[in-house]
């Protein structure tokens, strides 16, 4: 049986996790916050893990004092985090943190020999060939339960050599503005933003997805866990969100991986990899569907997206710069303080003025995406 540690369980993903959780019975060992702690009760109650971890420190402190009748260990900040990475108890770590807080606990989980469920792009974004290395240095899996590259992932099982793969085909949902051109985006609010067509998400996702911005970490995400260049990775829009990538070949043959949008079952292939089981999701009626959509994405539009192939095929540390800067401004764009476009002008405007290095280490990464926010800090 798998022991789990969920990093993030009070998000979409943790949550869907937990109901994977329920449905194969399997044993949580740690489970961690960012400071929604009244979930967390609920869940460290029902699941018993040995260690609970409240990012935010006062929270933690207030969890410890409720849950002080059971067993469970609480921890907070990013000791924490690490800790309930590398915990000898737990054989895989499910990193669904949002943003690149989650880049230390996932080496952390790599040099303790754990396999790893990454929902959490912003630090194979960012990290880069650092996480990737801690993986392979470590021989432990890296497992993708986003929607897109488990897709790929499970379309590339049984292929005989790497060498066969031609091009990644990654679809997008194109967002709430999708069909929009920049005029018509001028004005645009948060609520309107977080009107997500096909996919409930957490709410700094769902604006990546609006901006497209999403799309573009998939395909820096992308080409880091497959090992392609940007220049062999096409986007598609895909409206329905039934296909969920591609893989193109040598000989031309395409495969895809379809099924109805539910983020559960990519959460339940990455823990049961290589085996498959029963699910609760809904099966797939495509007549019910009738006919399904693609179009060319808008890379003039969507600055973001163009933004994360610029920095994609910089290398270095571009990709954690153009994260940084992201992150940053979707917060201020949820906050109310800049406007829709800025997001992607302030992406673009990092990656193109701050000096790009090539990181050597963790520190190298975390002041590249310092920089990126001093930037976007001082540009609005
Ligand atoms: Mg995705």
């Excluded at 971890?53 to 990013?78: P, R, Y």
């Excluded at 986007?235 to 395409?254: A, C, I, K, M, P």
Aim: with cysteine; net charge negative.
């Amino acid at each position: 049986m798998t022991r789990l540690s969920i990093l993030g369980s009070t998000g979409s993903i943790g949550t869907q996790t937990l109901d994977v959780v329920d449905k194969l019975g399997l044993e949580v060992s740690a489970l961690t916050a960012a400071g929604n702690i009244e979930l967390l009760e609920q869940q460290v109650r029902k699941y018993k893990p040995a260690l609970a971890v409240v990012f935010d420190e006062e929270k933690a402190k207030e969890l410890k004092l409720n849950i002080s009748d059971t067993e469970t260990k609480v921890l907070c900040g990013m000791d924490g985090l690490i800790e309930a990475a590398q915990l000898p108890r737990a054989d895989l770590v499910l990193n669904s943190v949002v943003g690149m807080v989650g880049l230390k606990p996932t080496i952390a989980a790599a040099k303790a020999k754990k396999n790893i469920a990454l929902a959490n792009k912003e630090t194979l974004v960012a990290g880069g060939d650092l996480v990737t290395d801690a993986v392979r240095e470590n021989g432990v899996k890296l497992l993708p339960v986003d929607s897109e590259h488990s897709a790929i992932f499970q379309c590339l099982q049984g292929i005989p050599d790497k060498k066969v793969l031609k091009k990644l085909i990654l679809t997008a949902s194109g967002g709430p503005f999708f069909g929009k051109k920049t005029g018509e985006l001028k004005d645009v609010t948060v609520e309107q933003a977080l009107n997500h067509p096909n996919w409930s998400m957490g709410a700094k996702i769902t604006i990546d997805s609006a901006t497209m911005m999403n799309k573009g970490l998939e395909i820096i995400e992308a080409g880091r866990l497959f090992d392609v260049t940007g220049d062999n990775i096409d986007v598609v829009v895909h409206r329905e969100s039934v296909v969920h990538s591609l893989v193109e070949f040598t000989d031309n043959s395409v495969l895809a991986q379809l099924g109805v949008p539910d983020m559960r079952i990519p959460i339940q292939y990455a823990i049961t990899y290589p085996m498959r089981y029963e699910s609760p999701v809904e099966e797939l009626n495509l007549a019910k569907f009738g006919s399904l959509s693609f179009f060319e994405p808008d890379y003039d539009t969507f600055e973001c997206l163009r933004a994360c192939k610029k920095a994609f095929s910089m290398g270095g540390a571009a990709t954690a710069i153009a994260n940084g800067a992201n992150e940053e401004a979707n917060l201020l764009f949820r906050q109310g303080k800049i406007k829709f476009l800025e997001i992607g002008e302030l992406v673009m405007g990092a990656v193109d003025n701050i000096a790009n290095f090539t990181p050597k280490c963790v520190e190298d990464i975390l002041e590249a995406d310092a920089a990126a926010r001093r930037y976007v800090k001082e540009h609005i």
